[in-house]
């Protein structure tokens, strides 16, 4: 939701970066404020993912130019973890199984680093066992996806819902959804949007990166952008996404140039 | 090993002046075994990297360590030892620097177990002579093997196990090993006999109270007869500094199960060699192993499974977690013997590398002369995986946390198969602590 005078949360200045010496971002401007929700919508290979990626820490992308502030801190001083424990997060496009890990063992370790972080008594393993179930009960989890290994085994649905449990625990200020909708049937997605809705606050933003519009639907975002290249060239409300689906993208960037930043 | 007919050998010589003069047992045919196991060790030469067996891993540090008799030390009392015991094995036998220790050990109340013997060998020998002599110096020769050689002809203390015909044991027997005193060579035995469709899971523990230079050399044997099964554990923990060289030799009768998890941790250089012989009709073994080492430690495992009846199952998965310079080998042999029809072997060697300068050496090498039969095998190495590294710091972890919870995970599939609750958490917690310092 767009309030007066919120907070800005994070700050991308002409951002650009290349993977494997391709550039892919070519100069991404974008103000991100608290409560508000973002669109990032384009379609494959336009660049929304790797976004993502860079603003997670990912080592294989490499940042060339321009800046990213996140609650006034320069982004990429901060290792992934500690962009993590920063309040960034990253719903993985396809989350990574860990045979050997049981999940519950993970989720609390990552819980624990948070709460340790903010200065918060971390649970023990009986104590988190309450606490998580709790948590599961938003995203209609099964609790035996606890004593199974991370991801492991787990279908698209399934693994998807597991990143959005994460986002419950970790209760970020900023959370990426990056095609967090890709492989869900209806009801994942409902089930899905609805836990991301309840954990959305005045105090925190998410980024949702899309192709489809469908997802939209759910999570009603404040602004659309619209990527192609490794830029954002257009710019709308809730109302663009519903022209992308009749329309497609490539009428995009034809009728106007292109418009940076929100 | 070197068939070298050399009688003057100086390492022997070296051995013999660190060893204290053994009491001859009042029974005979024990006095000839360990009387024909010192002439053979006599003509045998320490291994060398030209031998094939021992290509990769240099022993001789080993016999530059000089060697003296163990004190008569002051026995570890209950408290030193205490935090080696295993809350649920509480059948145990224990031995510091090679000597049964009465009093750490736990006795059998009989009727409880079924006629299960747990005791120590030195005074087995004359009261089970009949179902010893079969198989002690039998199943683990050691006409071609030095290191057997020796152990046998200092035979004296050691595990004895005979789990009587059809009994179940439920609670697992734990026979530890403590090394105390630097600059000692101990010579631990275990003999297992798992009478006809008996069950028992054993626990082989090497630990040492200080890290010490020492040397183990251990030799284990395992009977199964028809269909029996045996779980049998092994965990080498010796001292940081000590050089750990073992041989186990195990027959599996008809219709007979033997799982071994063998894990090695500790030792400046560590050696261990498992022969499985499968000598009748529907034998099966599960073995699996786990090496984890780092800085500038060596772990040799050697196997042989040796199928030489028809419809005999295998099964193996050995892994290497190698960090810092630290060089892990791993060489399993399946032999299929001419007759051995309808075998069905599967091996897996999967390696972890956790440094550039780790290395691992594996080769599986099958040989079969039998028609009719499946053997798979399958080796890989690897480091560990840059997206799970970062699915975990993305969570929060710092790479030292989320390399230690990948190496844990790549080495829990084993520790798992440990059916000892307490056992797999202490080795959990050691596999956790185990990349703690990351090496540049």
Known sequence: MIREGSRILLEVRGLRAVVNGIEILKGIDLTVRSGEVHAIMGTNGSGKSTFAKVLAGHSAYQVTGGSVLFEGRD????????????????????????????????????????????????????????????????????????????????????????????????????????????????????????????LSTADNAIILVTHYQRMLNYIVPDFVHVMRAGQIIKTGGKELALDLETRGYDWVGAEQPAMAGA | MSMSMVVSNSYLDSILKGQPQLPPSSTT???????????????????????????????????????????????????????????????RLVFVDGAFMPHLSSRLEGSEHEGLVVTDLSVAVGTHASIIEPHLGRLAGFENNLFAALNTAYLHHGALIIVPRNAKIQKPVHVLFIATQAGTAIHPRCLLIAQGGSEVTLVEDYVALQDEAYVTNA??????????????????????EAFHIANCAVSVAHASCYRS???????????????????????????????????????????CID????????????????????????????????????TDSAQSSRNLLLSARARVDTKPQLEIFADDVKCAHGATVGQLDHEELFYLRSRGLTENAARNLLTYAFGAEIIDRIPIVSLKHQLEQLVLAQTEKIEP
Not at chain 2, 267 to 283: C, K, V
Not at chain 2, 290 to 299: D, M, Y
């Open chain 2, 29 to 91: 045919w024990f006095n000839q075994l360990r009387a024909h196991a010192l002439e053979q060790a006599g003509t045998l030469q320490v291994p060398t990297t030209r031998d094939e067996e021992w290509r990769f891993t240099d022993i001789s540090p080993l016999t530059r360590l000089p060697l003296r008799p163990s004190h008569a030390i002051s026995a570890p009392q209950v408290t030193d030892v205490e935090r080696f015991q295993l809350d649920d094995a509480t059948i």
């Open chain 2, 261 to 303: 998890v063998s894990v090695a941790l500790g030792g400046r250089i560590s050696r261990y060699d498992l022969n499985a012989r499968l000598e009748a009709e529907g034998a099966e073994c599960f073995i699996d192993g786990l090496a984890l080492i780092k800085g500038r430690q060596l772990a040799d495992t050697h196997t």
């Open chain 2, 307 to 342: 199928h030489a009846k028809p419809h005999g199952t295998s099964r193996q998965s050995h892994k290497c977690i190698v960090d810092g310079a630290a060089h892990a080998v791993f060489n399993g042999k399946i032999l299929v013997r001419a007759g051995a029809v309808r």
């Open chain 2, 219 to 240: 030799v284990t044997e395992v009977a199964l007869e028809n269909n029996a099964r045996v779980n049998h554990v092994r965990v080498q923990r010796d001292s940081m």
């Open chain 1, 75 to 198: 982004l990429f001083d901060l290792a992934p973890e500690e962009r993590a424990r920063a309040g960034v997060f990253l719903a993985f496009q396809y989350p990574i199984e860990i045979p050997g890990v049981a999940n519950s063992h993970f989720l609390r370790l990552a819980y624990n680093t948070m709460q340790a972080q903010r200065g918060k008594e971390e649970l023990d393993p009986l104590e988190f066992e309450d606490f998580v179930r709790d948590k599961m009960k938003l995203l209609e989890m099964n609790p035996e996806f606890l004593d199974r290994g991370v991801n492991e085994g787990f279908s698209g649905g399934e693994k998807k819902r597991n990143e959005i449990l994460q986002m419950a625990l970790l209760e970020p200020r900023l959370a990426i959804l990056d095609e967090t909708d890709s492989g869900l049937d209806i009801d994942a997605l409902r089930i899905v949007t609805t836990g991301v809705n309840k």
